[in-house]
């Protein structure tokens, strides 16, 4: 019976294949003409989601997807296999606050939850207590509400949760009263903290700052626009908005719709308010305040460009201390806040070779720094009474967190992080100046993981220039030509791709395979230079790297072409997509997940205008071209033969349009010449990928570690081999 069942299965299946061979997308070409040129596009039509015949393609393609990723052998070992890993904790912790009267706020989730819930305890000894659960949360509703952001005010009398569904990351803010042990009536909603920096609380702990944003349907081409900051008093009417920044109330700053209004109170005691006009872009214009002028209009003072390149700054009493990275470095100076000159300012720290300085961090008597070496290798600097001391680590960390009580007291804490152990918490006690453990969760071993090691390499790309190269693997593999390979790049908006307690890549590795993390230019790994080296007119090195990258493994034996699968997400899309369009000959799968493979028609998104800062505007001829070049979709080829692709999207994200994934995916059917599978999966409950239950989000990425398996010829993931084709 159950083979019958499974020759069933399998007819029904191949059923499905022939049929999207049959069932192409609907197809209306426009043609756009900028600074001479012209650009085809074959699919516009489907960037209409209202439009029925559109929505149907997408679904059906979406079944097929599900039919075929569902069925694939030994894809239940990722979900199991997280799920044991998550059964070793009792529970897990994450977005850990610190008052300064030392309450513990976070957030925790048992392994069989799907959610987290708020906690807080009195000290780090002290009797934790559950203070908020989301799925009692109007449970009238139905729906499943993730909380995505948490901040108490200064005394932990109150805390801002802020609550999302569907991954559609837009929130609803909510306050709870721990001396009353309740929820207040107060709802705010068309908010986004998690996204814009989260909110500042003010002294007298009863009002915050927050960004509102007027229209929250992601279909509505105001989406995203002219968003305000807003001064809440809590029991105040949420629709009586106090604007402290917005394009309407401050025609003076001379501001875009797209544009970001952010305003932070510092600190408790601090004698400034600072507002910045923000994005996707790394430095602001940012202009500030005296604390004691809030509730008076127009008194926005300049206090530095973004060409002056700060991208990261403390006050502390009238001084702001900062790091500049002009001149394609970066160094730690300071300036009066009552006479700033960002042309003549105090360094503190200069350029230390061969690390990034990338974030300061206030303590009472002085700050603390840290920096790292191609993204990889993290270090820790005190700086007090005008002495830089290098800290001790508890043990070497690829990145690392800090956590402050600004200038409230010398105590700091710190979370290390690396790719193959989980996340450890310190706290360093000035006295030995010492690092003392303070998890809040227990720190699990992982004796299955004792053989990985992690190889921090450099080769060389297109240029001569030398790539970060991030390797895991299996200390006994040999190096052949059969190793399932898996290379993971992002390159965009000066992030780092920084290690992390990387599960998904430790269960590839206990599969049998490698992984590669490739630190691209447009990433922040090694500076503004090297940021800048991907971005806009340069944006083509992100995908030659990657490139490079890809040849080195293949020369250096770690695997071949034929076993190699590359990944990425987001604006990494256009990092993998263009990799995939150029060079179909260096790989044999492809997951895009999320991504953007369609820049040409970034800025007719949402976040389009806001993207454009990064990638490059239709308006300027060199940014234009800029964009057509890094546009995966518009280099599909007809009767070329691309690799295995699974394309994704998320039916609410607000960051990528659904419709991108979509038009590429159909493009590539219409054109590819191949036998692999092109499979087209967007989540109907689910938006960027964050915010979604853990269920959902298992599921989607053992659909990732499944196909990518599959399609490298793993025997434990071989559907029938009429499924290939």
């Not at 308006?619 to 070329?640: C, P, R, T, W």
Request: contains cysteine; aromatic residues 12%; glycine residues 6%.
């Amino acid at each position: 019976m159950k083979k019958i069942s499974f020759i069933l299965l399998i007819n029904f299946i191949y059923s499905f294949i022939n049929a999207q061979k049959n069932n192409l997308a609907p197809s209306q070409t426009f043609t756009d003409e900028y600074f001479g040129t012209k650009i085809i596009d074959e699919y516009r039509n489907l960037e209409n989601l209202k439009d029925l015949s559109t929505t149907q393609w997408i679904k059906d393609q979406t079944k097929y997807s599900l039919n075929i990723l569902q069925n694939i052998p030994n894809r239940q070992y990722y979900i199991d296999k997280k799920l044991e890993f998550d059964k070793r904790n009792l529970f897990s912790v994450s977005n850990i606050n610190i008052t300064e009267n030392d309450l513990y706020f976070y957030l925790k989730q048992k392994p069989e939850e799907n959610t987290m819930k708020v906690f807080f305890r009195k000290k780090f000894s002290g009797n934790e207590k559950e203070i908020f659960d989301p799925q009692k949360y109007k449970p009238e509703n139905k729906k499943n509400y993730q909380i995505n952001y948490i901040k108490p005010n200064y005394d932990g009398s109150k805390v801002a949760i802020a609550l999302t569904e569907s991954g559609k990351e837009v929130s609803e803010m909510i306050i709870y009263d721990l001396k009353q042990n309740k929820l207040l009536p107060d709802r705010l909603t068309n908010c986004w903290p998690s996204d814009s920096g989260g909110i500042s609380w003010l002294p007298d702990n009863n009002s915050f700052i927050y960004r509102y944003y007027p229209i929250i349907d992601p279909s509505s081409n105001l989406f995203l626009k002219d968003t305000q900051a807003v001064l809440y008093k809590i029991g105040q009417d949420p629709k009586k908005l106090n604007i402290l920044l917005s394009r309407k109330n401050n025609p003076e700053l001379k501001m875009n719709p797209e544009d970001f209004p952010r305003v932070s109170f510092y600190s408790k005691n601090s004698k400034y308010i600072l507002g910045q006009i923000s994005g996707a872009i790394k430095f602001r214009d940012t202009y500030y305040m005296l604390t004691k002028d809030i509730s008076k209009k127009n008194q926005w003072k300049f206090l530095f460009s973004k060409e002056d390149k700060i991208s990261d700054f403390i006050i502390k009493g009238d001084s702001i201390i900062y790091i500049s990275e002009t001149n394609e470095t970066n160094a730690i100076y300071s300036t009066s806040l009552e006479n700033p000159d960002f042309k003549n300012p105090t360094l503190l720290i200069p350029n230390i070779q061969n690390e990034v300085i990338n974030s300061l961090h206030t303590l009472k008597d002085g700050f603390i720094f840290y920096t790292s070496k191609n993204g990889v290798e993290a270090k820790l600097y005190s700086y007090k009474n005008k002495k830089i001391k290098s800290l001790i680590l508890p043990f070497p960390a690829g990145s690392i967190s800090v956590t402050t009580q600004k200038d409230h007291s010398n105590d700091f804490w710190i979370t290390c992080n690396g790719w193959k152990n989980e996340n450890e918490r310190f706290k360093y006690n000035e006295l030995t100046e010492k690092f003392i453990a303070e998890n809040l969760a227990p720190v699990i071993e992982y004796p299955e993981l004792k053989d990985i090691i992690v190889e921090e390499i450099i080769t060389k790309s297109h240029d001569g220039l030398e790539i970060p190269l991030s390797l895991i693997y299996n200390k006994n593999i040999k190096k052949n030509k059969h190793n399932p390979l898996l290379i993971d790049a992002y390159g965009a908006y000066a992030i780092n791709n920084s290690p992390y307690f990387a599960k998904t890549y430790l269960l590839w590795v206990l599969q049998g395979g490698i992984v590669a993390i490739a630190h691209v230019r447009g990433g922040g790994e090694k500076g503004e230079k090297w940021y800048k080296g991907g971005y806009k007119e340069t944006k083509s090195n992100s995908w030659k790297d990657l490139i490079s990258c890809t040849e080195y493994m293949i020369k250096e034996n770690y695997s071949s072409p034929e076993n190699i699968a590359i990944w990425g997400a987001s604006a990494g899309g256009i990092t993998i997509g263009r990799a995939m369009t150029e060079r179909p000959d260096l790989f044999k799968a492809v997951i895009i997940d999320a991504g953007i493979v369609n820049a040409s028609r970034m800025e007719f998104t949402p976040n389009g205008l806001n993207s454009a800062k990064e990638f490059g505007s239709l308006n300027i001829e060199s940014e234009f071209k800029a964009l057509v070049e890094m546009d995966a979709y518009q280099h599909i080829k007809k009767g070329v033969s691309y690799p295995a692709t699974l394309i994704t999207g998320g039916i609410n994200d607000p960051r990528v349009s659904p419709w991108m994934p979509a038009k590429f995916a159909a493009k590539l059917m219409a054109n590819d010449n191949s036998n692999n599978p092109i499979l087209l999966k967007i989540d109907y409950e689910g938006g960027h990928g964050g915010d979604i239950p853990v269920t959902q989000k298992y599921n989607n990425l053992a659909d990732i570690f499944a196909f990518a398996l599959w399609q490298l010829g793993h025997p434990d993931y071989q559907l029938e081999k009429d499924f290939a084709k």
